[in-house]
């Protein structure tokens, strides 16, 4: 890994996102398909993009970050982030990212479905450019939380495109990709003044109104109300009308977030993966 050791992979990865993308994936293939259809192959590509894939999105975000980051109180542990160490250089973070990449896309081609790989390069394309240069769509207002919706939207449909055809993906997945993107928008408000003070522009900064802000964010969860589900996620409005809430009246207390997001997916996924095999 050149500069990089295996210790500053774990802690740019954020070893919390191992276990989060490992029960996303878990309850993507529940969603999408039948345990009796699991491969070797399956797991094999599952694995890789839970260890590769967290890598890949935090490491350009917090070389790019890094001025912002120096100042940012909530910053400098591993639930959050830790600071990138001074003697690691973007190409150092490059040649492992192009090693991902190739690694990523490379062992999507065993299931033969173009589908599958052409959604999994638009899930990497989006967690790098949306804090990469030219594009950097984490400084486009509006565009910034959207951007995350994306990444996590991609990543739930090139494991459904593995078993269904592509006009079959419901709505209530889209439904619960677009609420996530308040979550960004969230530690976007709480980052608003470490990011102004780094000449960052984000959609916090953009509506410059604390209330719109949270307004907004609500907006993004509106579409859960009309989702139908019949699974546990027909809780997940409520859940993020609490979060909402928490953060509104909490907004210094970043760690307490933080940890209210893991909690809650953490307990809202694996939910879901008992009611399965109930």
Known sequence: MGKISFLDFLAISRPISFILLFLCLTVAFLFSANISQLTIYHIIEFLLIIFLMPFFIFSINDYY???SDRINERKGNLLQGKIIAKDISKQDIDRINLTIFFV???SSF???NLVHTLILFLALFFSYFYSAKPLRLKE?????SLSNGAIVLSIFAMIYYLFNDVSDLPFRVIAVAISIVSYHLI???VDRTPDIKSGQKTTAIFLRSRFAVYLLCLFY????LFAGFASV???LFYINLIILGFAYFNEKNSKSIVFLFIISWVALLLLYVVDKFV
């Open 187 to 189: 530690m976007a408000q």
């Open 233 to 235: 996620f027909k809780y």
């Open 104 to 106: 990523l896309l490379f």
């Open 221 to 224: 969860n509106v579409p859960l």
């Open 140 to 144: 486009i207002p509006i565009i910034d």
């Open 110 to 112: 065993t299931f033969r």
């Open 65 to 67: 970050d890094l001025n």
